[in-house]
């Protein structure tokens, strides 16, 4: 296996360094993707989050076949909310607000089923997660410590939502340095048409904020 690869992406290819690479899977949870959850207390139709979890299942593998950094996080607040600013919580009129008691537990809390990961997207032990009060991955976080401590460089980024978590995440790695590659099929939006603008965003003006790439440039890219 090659030590680095170029891998086909917009707005133009990318060499990628695998031992400066971590992939990141932002809030593959059960409360974005599961009926009953935060997602769907909304108003969202949460169906519209499965087709990203074939592809993020398939990058997973070849990650961990790699050995390469995988990187899991989470949205959620902790049990007395004491993480959770009020602008968060009383915003909308959602059919039940964070911290409220739903089918898979309280609504978006920390321990609770709903919190945690869907089970086919479900981290190894010896992976990283990273729990934040944000939808960016570095706010209130140890996450940048973890990319310092690791080496890395380039980020791999899927999940959900692809204009919330994931751009605001992508936004926050960009402007610390990381070039980050964006999997189209590996993120999912409640809204379509939030998909592809968010996504185009990403890749506007010379890569504004990074590069977009799918599953199966970076599969072919990992079997290098
Ligand atoms: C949202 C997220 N959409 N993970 N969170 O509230 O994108």
Known sequence: MKSSSTMAAEPEPITLDWSRTALVII???????????????????????????????????A?????????????????????????????????????????????????EAGHDIIPALYPLDSEIVIDKPGKGAFYATEFGDILQKYGIENLLVCGVTTEVCVNTTVREANDRGYRCVVISDGCASYFPEFHEMGLKMIKAQGGIFGWVTDSAAVLQALGD
């Open 27 to 61: 809030d593959m949870q059960r409360d974005f993707l599961e009926p009953g959850g935060f997602g769907e207390t909304l108003g969202n139709d949460v169906s519209q989050l499965a087709r990203a979890v074939q592809p993020i299942a398939a990058v997973l593998a």
């Open 63 to 111: 990650a961990r076949d790699r050995e390469m950094l995988v990187i899991h996080t989470r949205e959620g607040h902790l049990p007395d909310l004491s993480d959770a600013p009020p602008a968060k919580i009383e915003r909308g009129a959602p059919s039940l607000r964070i911290g409220d008691p739903g089918p898979m537990g309280r609504i978006l809390i920390r321990g």
